[in-house]
């Protein structure tokens, strides 16, 4: 799981910004942060949450510190699923955080500029939501098995 | 909250430099293999254009030896006459060339890291080329890495100017890509294909630097300025490398 998370931060900050499918840049590491709190402890997510969050800051020129926020929101609310005790048959709950948690990372970005911009490309902007909403949910789905795979069994039914 | 705060106070060394030797080297790698393969990509779907772009560049390059031609005999005209008056010789800007080792990780700021910092002479502020265009400035720098804020970054702005008439306005990002010249003077003339440099006032950028071409101009008679629509080749995805301006 280490290995996956490293791996994950490295690919976030080199490869996928270079490839940009559909002209955007989809968010692993929510996902792998997310489906490791769901598939494994909420502990080890909120770990690779804080990690993950401070390298991708130290990469991003937007306000330092959202990253790491962001991701670690992603894996308290993967903490709060596991105390809810909510039954974790497919990806759907997942998904559902991570579709949030993808347009709470667009609505602060673009926030965070606001006063620098003079003109807003509503459709563009919409589509590079939908774009990164879609890529972000298929990399959900596609991810969960490996990280099952990869995760120890999860302690049950509580944070930490 | 914690690293929010160390950020704006400028504590974040010994987190900089544990990612500066250690995620950098790793990622330099994948961000080349992901600029080739996306410039390959792109490549694909340009192949039936290549035989009528061929002849567009071979006449643009003809035209541009001529006007190079030009530009040397003026140049040393220049530096007769600057010789004569006593004044300094302009020189070349020394430049640095570094390697795009990461990228902004998400899909809306236009920020990427090279693998030269502060130790090769860089500082804040310092315009950076690439493919002969200014591509963005130089936004912090650590000693192994700089980050650089692209011109198609919402919060990018620098005073610029229309080569071709002289109007003078301010070049900014804007958010989902491309640039506008914006504050331009309503009775200034500005049109389709003129050329976009740099003014050099203020801060550490030098002027002549070139920004774009612009593509359009918006004039309306009930407000203050005009703007432009400003070209630039700069795809982000394809950076590979960068050379920061270090001064004349």
């Known amino acids: ?160 | 909250m914690f690293l929010a705060v160390a950020g704006v106070l400028g504590q974040l060394g010994p987190l900089r430099w544990a990612y500066e030797h250690s995620v950098v080297p790793a990622g330099a790698g994948l961000a080349a293999v992901g600029s080739t393969a996306a410039e390959a990509i792109s490549n694909l779907g340009k192949v039936k254009d290549l035989a009528r772009d061929n002849l567009k560049l071979e006449q643009e390059n003809a035209d541009l030896r001529q006007r190079l031609a030009a530009d040397a005999e003026t140049r040393r005209d220049n530096d007769l006459l600057r010789q004569q008056l006593g004044l300094e010789v302009a020189g070349a800007p020394r430049q640095v060339a570094a390697e795009v080792v990461a990228f902004q990780p998400d899909s809306y700021r236009q920020f990427v890291t090279i693998n030269k910092g502060s130790g090769a002479g860089i500082k804040a502020g310092m315009a950076v080329l690439s493919g002969g265009e200014l591509i963005g400035t130089i936004a912090d720098t650590g000693s192994m890495t700089s980050r650089i804020m692209l011109v198609t970054d919402p919060e990018f702005k620098l005073t610029a100017k229309d080569q071709d008439t002289g109007a003078t306005g301010i070049v900014r990002g804007q958010l989902g890509s491309g640039l506008i010249l914006d504050k331009i003077g309503q009775t200034d003339a500005v049109k389709s294909g003129d050329t976009v440099t740099t003014t050099g006032l203020g801060g550490l950028v030098p002027s002549g630097l070139l920004i774009g071409e612009v593509q359009s101009v918006n004039t309306r008679a009930n407000v203050v300025f005009q703007t432009a629509q400003v070209a630039t080749s700069l795809q982000v995805s394809q950076l590979r490398f960068a050379y920061v301006v270090l001064g004349m």
């Open chain 1, 1 to 160: 799981m280490v290995v996956l998370a490293i791996v994950s931060v490295i690919v976030q900050v080199s490869l996928l910004p270079a490839l940009r499918p559909l002209g955007v840049v989809p968010n692993l590491m929510l996902v792998m942060v997310t489906l490791i709190g769901l598939e494994g402890t909420a502990s080890s997510a909120l770990a690779v949450a804080v990690a993950g969050g401070v390298v991708l800051d130290l990469a991003s020129g937007a306000n330092f510190g959202l990253w790491t926020a962001l991701l670690v929101l992603a894996a308290l609310a993967a903490g709060l699923v596991h105390r809810a005790g909510i039954e974790l048959v497919g990806p759907t709950v997942a998904c559902v955080i991570v579709a949030v948690l993808t347009v709470v990372e667009a609505v602060v970005i673009v926030l965070g500029v606001a006063a620098s911009v003079s003109s807003w490309p509503i459709g563009l902007l919409s589509g590079r939501l939908v774009a990164e909403l879609v890529l972000n949910l298929v990399l959900t789905v596609g991810l969960q098995p490996l990280v099952r795979r990869v995760t120890p069994e999860a302690a049950m039914g509580g944070i930490g």
